[in-house]
């Protein structure tokens, strides 16, 4: 089909403005799974810390009432059967150990919101010195839920100067490495997180004991919409969406493969920026 430049120009700009819109949807996909891994990670602690309010108000009342007949008793010895009646003692020990587990329940769903925050002002920030292992840390936090059946998680992590980077859209790019390693473990395997440092530039990896790539599907994984997944479970966007969120870095990706042996995917990123520009967010 022939087509003047003019109507070129509007096809791509409509291109372009589909991509963009695209790769906001799997951004927000990315969020959907975020907040279903998140729910079921804090549903457990407030599950437990619920049932022991329940317990500690309970023996609160009996406490109470055992303080209460103090003024009324007629003999201490009436007091000690009532202590022994409501099983003081019992009481007493339960109520340290409820107390401290529900202490790190609420510790526990501190921290998951802690690491939530991170992806929660992505549009907002501009480029700022950031600690990379930091990121892949709360990040990991995030996926737990999913990660911990499947797989054991091995750090190398090297030592990193602070990398002038947007931090919650590399959290976006780890979030969707992660998410393709744990997908491509079939029942059991392992992920290695690796970080480096060479000259004025660092990198992070992520190592899985996955299926691996077809060689022939290596070359098109960063192409929008590849996605060797059924329907639902990919969009063939997330290594897009990550791809150009490292060009934006001025750094960029490399992809490793065996199938049957896993895969690794190295992010390269400049210490500092180059031109040190203060780009506004697109992604
Ligand atoms: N760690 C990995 N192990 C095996 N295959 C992978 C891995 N990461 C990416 N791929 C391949 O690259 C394709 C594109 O990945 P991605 O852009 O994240 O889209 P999606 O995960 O939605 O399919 C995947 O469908 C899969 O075939
Ligand atoms: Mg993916």
Request: hydrophobic share 40%; proline share 4%.
């Amino acid at each position: 089909m022939q087509t003047d430049p003019q109507s070129r120009a509007d096809l791509l700009e409509q291109l372009e403005e589909v991509s963009t819109q695209l790769l906001q949807s799997e951004k927000l996909a990315a969020i959907g799974q975020l907040a279903a891994g998140v729910a079921h990670e804090i549903n457990n602690p407030i599950g437990y810390v619920f049932s022991n309010l329940r317990t500690l108000a309970n023996y609160v009342e009996d406490l109470i009432s055992i303080v209460d007949v103090v003024d009324t008793v007629p003999s201490l010895e009436e007091l000690r059967r009532m202590k022994q009646r409501l099983d003081y003692d019992y009481i007493r020990e339960d109520v340290k150990a409820l107390l401290t587990e529900s202490e790190e329940g609420v510790e526990r769903v501190k921290s998951i919101i802690t690491a939530l925050k991170d992806f929660s002002h992505i549009d907002e920030e501009g480029f700022r010195l950031a600690d990379i292992h930091e990121g892949l840390e709360s990040t990991l936090k995030l996926v737990n839920s999913e990660l911990k059946y499947k797989a054991e998680v091995v750090r190398e992590y090297a030592e990193l100067p602070e990398v002038e980077c947007l931090p919650s859209q590399l959290n976006q790019v780890v979030l969707n490495l992660l998410t393709n390693a744990v997908q491509a473990i079939g029942a059991q395997g392992r992920i290695v997180l690796r970080t480096g440092h060479e000259g004025n530039r660092v990198w992070f990896e992520i190592e899985d004991t996955g299926s691996g790539i077809e060689p022939e599907h290596l070359s098109r994984i960063f192409e929008p919409f590849f996605t060797t997944k059924a329907i639902g479970q990919g969009t063939g966007l997330g290594l897009a969406l990550s791809f150009s969120i490292i060009k934006k870095h001025q750094g960029h990706i490399e992809a490793f493969s065996q199938v049957g042996q896993g895969s690794r995917f190295r992010v390269w990123l400049p210490i500092v920026q180059p031109l040190s520009e203060e780009e506004p967010s697109r992604c």
